[in-house]
T-cell receptor, first 115, second 110 residues
Framework: EAAVTQSPRNKVTVTGGNVTLSCRQTNSHNYMYWYRQDTGHGLRLIHYSYGAGNLQIGDVPDGYKATRTTQEDFFLLLELASPSQTSLYFC??????????????FGSGTRLLVI | QQKVQQSPESLIVPEGGMASLNCTSSDRNVDYFWWYRQHSGKSPKMLMSIFSNGEKEEGRFTVHLNKASLHTSLHIRDSQPSDSALYLCAARGGNYKYVFGAGTRLKVIA
């Protein structure tokens, strides 16, 4: 079954630490996205990509880097983590090329705590 | 920057009642809307999508869209306790970028 798998499910790090969140999709989708979810803000787009090697800036990119190494794999990097980055992170994939209005498939989320 | 506004922030309805949720985009380029449902501790799951003016019904769920005002609404009839969740509206603008609203938290009480 097509899916989006995120790892780790939970992560605790210290302020200033390095964190890498991983996402793999088996949907054969071109587009992949990283969102953060905070109470009162819904889902906010950090970065997205429409293919291996491509990266597009989202709405809240500060403090985050991302890399799309293959069609399946999309990584989110926090190189100097701050408490403001404590959040629930979701990865998603979609393929608007197939009809132009593909739904999102979300991963199960990664809960990050920066202390 | 495109914004998607949802109202109300929270809603309580009795079991068997009607829940009505609203969503408006500020981007004139938006061409597609989705409604997602997110149960506590879970990831969002797509409920319905709409891109044409008018109404679309699937079971107990009905979605309306007014493209002129960029307003969509979701109506849940015969609400059940299992419908209690965060409901997120998403709008697609340029570059296939989807923007989500902050959500409406629905609670259905028995």
């Amino acid at each position: 079954e097509a899916a989006v798998t995120q790892s780790p499910r939970n992560k605790v790090t210290v302020t200033g630490g390095n964190v890498t969140l991983s996402c793999r999709q088996t949907n054969s989708h071109n587009y992949m996205y990283w969102y953060r979810q905070d109470t009162g803000h819904g889902l906010r787009l950090i970065h997205y990509s429409y293919g291996a090697g491509n990266l597009q800036i989202g709405d809240v990119p500060d403090g985050y880097k991302a890399t799309r190494t293959t069609q399946e794999d999309f990584f989110l990097l926090l190189e100097l983590a701050s408490p403001s980055q404590t959040s629930l992170y979701f990865c998603a994939s979609s393929d608007p090329g197939t009809g132009g209005h593909s739904d999102y498939t979300f991963g199960s989320g990664t809960r990050l705590l920066v202390i | 920057q495109q914004k998607v506004q949802q109202s109300p922030e929270s809603l309580i309805v009795p079991e068997g009642g009607m829940a009505s949720l609203n969503c408006t985009s500020s981007d004139r380029n938006v061409d597609y809307f989705w409604w997602y449902r997110q149960h506590s501790g879970k990831s969002p799951k797509m409920l319905m999508s709409i891109f044409s003016n008018g109404e679309k019904e699937e079971g107990r769920f009905t979605v309306h869209l007014n493209k002129a005002s960029l307003h969509t609404s979701l109506h849940i009839r015969d609400s059940q306790p299992s419908d209690s969740a965060l409901y997120l509206c998403a709008a697609r603008g340029g570059n296939y970028k989807y923007v989500f609203g902050a959500g409406t938290r629905l609670k259905v009480i028995a």
